[in-house]
T-cell receptor
Framework: KNQVEQSPQSLIILEGKNCTLQ??????????LRWYKQDTGRGPVSLTI?????NTKSNGRYTATLDADTKQSSLHITASQLSDSASYIC???????????FGDGTTLTVKP | DVKVTQSSRYLVKRTGEKVFLECVQD?????MFWYRQDPGLGLRLIYF???????EKGDIPEGYSVSREKKERFSLILESASTNQTSMYLC???????????????FGAGTRLSVL
């Protein structure tokens, strides 16, 4: 069964600090991995999308990495801001049915 | 910018009522999706559609139906709402021409439905 596991479940950091969120998956065959940011009470918004051949993808202060061999991805947030407080969701799609499997998300709280 | 609009942000219904959740996208996307989001369960796919009048069951279609009469509009229908359908409902659209959820999806703001 395809699974996407995210860690930690929640995280609290101080404004200006960096943090890294983890995503491990068992989806096979792999098609792509996406990271979404979901503000409270809003729909998810895409941050990055990576295919098998991509190791790193950046979007401003957000940098996603992908290790297709170990089936792991991370999302690194640099110089966090209060507006980074949100849930971050990892989504992995398989190459056969094109089906997406969603992780439960990591809730990040950035405090002043 | 892609815009996916869900007709209601909050909805309160009684058990047994028929409920319609509407979703409209303005980017001529072929693919549209309905998800529900519950704490600890992530997003779960209810139904999706690759084209007008076409629909496919997702992972949890029981108790739901959908309608796609026009390309831009995808409706989720709860024929007889039950308390276990209390949830956040998210609509999404995707431009991938051959279907599937492999590519970036654009989400609406969500409808928080409470069934009493």
């Amino acid at each position: 069964k395809n699974q996407v596991e995210q860690s930690p479940q929640s995280l609290i950091i101080l404004e200006g600090k960096n943090c890294t969120l983890q995503c491990n998956y068992t989806v096979s065959p792999f098609s792509n991995l996406r990271w979404y940011k979901q503000d409270t009470g809003r729909g998810p918004v895409s941050l990055t999308i990576m295919t098998f051949s991509e190791n790193t993808k950046s979007n401003g202060r957000y940098t996603a990495t992908l290790d297709a061999d170990t089936k792991q991805s991370s999302l690194h947030i640099t110089a966090s801001q209060l507006s980074d407080s949100a849930s971050y969701i990892c989504v992995v799609s398989d190459a056969n049915a094109g089906k997406s499997t969603f992780g439960d998300g990591t809730t990040l709280t950035v405090k002043p | 910018d892609v815009k996916v609009t869900q007709s209601s942000r909050y909805l309160v219904k009684r058990t047994g009522e028929k409920v319609f959740l509407e979703c409209v996208q303005d980017m001529d996307h072929e693919n549209m999706f309905w998800y529900r989001q519950d704490p600890g369960l992530g997003l779960r796919l209810i139904y999706f559609s690759y084209d007008v009048k076409m629909k496919e069951k997702g992972d949890i279609p029981e108790g739901y139906s959908v309608s796609r009469e026009k390309k831009e509009r995808f409706s989720l229908i709860l024929e007889s709402a039950s308390t276990n359908q209390t949830s956040m409902y998210l609509c999404a659209s995707s431009p991938h021409p051959s279907g599937g959820a492999s590519y970036i999806q654009y989400f609406g703001a969500g409808t928080r439905l409470s069934v009493l």
